[in-house]
């Protein structure tokens, strides 16, 4: 039922960021507003297509075909009744409540959307994070972060190409040339060092004959703090440097980069880590246009500060959930961690409080749950805890069950998408397309 008087202009509710949170939020804000009229509801988004992030490890390491992943926001738009704007946002005008988007350009660099501008009554912004170097001389130039797909599919051409280059070559392979240096340990590098190992060895063996992956590959995870997972508990952190280091991961824990080179890293005591392959997994910051938009309160590492209410401190017309918000514990321990449940939790409570709003009624703070957490080492193994009204208690989880709770958390995200149904008819389809195909992704 459409509740917005006749001639009046429906609410305009306005997402930044297409990413797990944004994507769920305007999802089911269109599904439910759009369709009935009651709000107008717009997605701002600068890529053309959704991954879930904790996939993009397996994307860089080749075990996951990424097409057969990616949901195409047009798409969704249409399915789910908001509208797609294509473009990135550079700017907020808080008086005339507008978001600046800016223009896009294709490889050619012809222009393909102009400027513009979207005005809004409700703002979300939840546009992520990206990678924070810390200003390590080289990292910007020869380390691959992992971002986005297309970092993450760049890694892995480089990778394959690495692989190719190695074999063709009349010379053997130089020590270090198919050695990878993997910087910052928490749950993308870790599950990143566990899928290499695998997926190298599976490409090495479609006729590489020149390669011996005992001898000419290395995997080394190097973490300033003193141990690998810093944010996980002390058992988890142990038993997953365990499994890596039974499958050959080298594990330098409690070492900071000074440098990183076109043939390797330096560390901070003068010790030369060789890899010609480098990936950046550590350290987060919210994105540099956070700093400059309308005149929003941010840390130093560029996230937006809000309340408990995810209401930014300085305009509660405007909200921020996600990577790229600094949202306080409600036990004034920090911060939220930067987890996919924290964002899966902060978009189904907005989702609740707009409602609320929408009924002129205030917005209620948000509460965090901790659920507890899982690591992914692939087809290896899966370690974690589970927490809070699952178990009562903190209880360490490994293998199998592990495995199947770390999947379904993928399936909560898609089920939030798409529905119940089609997640079930697509994961059967996905189940016979598996079949006969490679088990790495080759190019």
Not at 386 to 394: A, D, I, T, W
Not at 414 to 439: F, I, S, Y
Request: glycine share 10%.
């Amino acid at each position: 039922m459409n509740d917005t008087p006749p001639g009046a202009t429906p609410h305009r509710i306005v997402i930044i960021g297409g990413g797990a949170a944004g994507l769920e939020l305007v999802t089911r804000l269109g599904h439910r507003h759009g369709r009935a009229g009651t709000a107008q509801i717009t997605l701002v988004e600068r890529a053309r297509t959704h991954l879930w992030k904790p996939l993009l490890h397996a994307v860089a390491a080749g075990s996951l075909d990424r097409e057969r992943h990616e949901l195409h926001y047009l798409r969704q738009a249409h399915n789910h009744h908001f509208t797609y704007r294509f473009g990135p946002m550079t700017g907020i005008d808080r008086q005339a409540r507008e978001v600046l988007v800016g223009a896009t350009f294709d490889d050619e660099g012809r222009q393909v959307t102009a400027p513009s501008r979207v005005p809004y009554d409700t703002l979300v912004i939840c546009i992520g994070s990206v990678t924070n170097d810390f200003g390590t001389p080289g990292a910007a130039e020869f380390a691959v972060p992992l971002e986005n797909v297309a970092q993450a599919s760049r890694f892995h051409r480089r990778l394959v190409n690495a692989c190719l280059r190695a074999n063709g070559q009349e010379e053997p392979v130089r020590p270090g040339q198919l050695h990878v240096a993997i910087i910052g340990a928490g749950a993308t590098g870790t599950e990143l060092a566990a899928e290499l190992h695998r997926t190298v060895r599976a490409v090495v063996a479609y006729g590489l004959d020149h390669i011996d992956p005992a001898r000419d590959v290395r995997i080394r995870l190097i973490e300033a703090a003193p141990r690998i997972l810093p944010a996980l508990p002390e058992r988890i952190s142990e038993a997953t440097r365990t499994l890596l280091e039974q499958l050959g991961v080298e594990v330098l824990a409690g070492r900071r980069v000074a440098e990183v080179r076109a043939d390797g890293v330096v560390l901070a005591d003068g010790e030369v880590v060789p890899g010609e392959l480098v990936v950046w997994a550590a350290g987060v910051k919210g994105p540099a246009v956070l700093r400059e938009i309308g005149g929003l309160e941010t840390t130093p590492t560029d996230q937006l500060v809000v309340l408990p209410t995810l209401q930014t401190t300085r305009d509660p017309d405007i909200f921020a959930l996600g990577d790229c918000a600094a949202c306080p514990r409600a036990d004034g321990k920090g911060n939220l961690p930067p987890r996919a449940q924290a964002a899966h939790q902060q978009a189904s409570h907005l989702f609740k409080q707009i409602d609320r709003r929408l009924a002129g009624l205030p917005v209620e703070p948000f509460v965090y749950r901790d659920f507890g957490s899982l690591v992914s080492l692939g087809k290896y193994s899966t370690v974690g805890s589970l927490m809070g009204f699952l178990v009562g208690r903190s209880m360490f989880i490994e293998g199998y069950f592990a495995r199947m709770m770390y999947r379904s958390l993928y399936k909560m995200h898609q089920t939030a998408l798409h529905g119940h149904a089609p997640v079930l008819w697509r994961t059967l389809v996905g189940l016979v397309a598996d079949r006969g195909q490679p088990t790495v992704k080759l190019h």
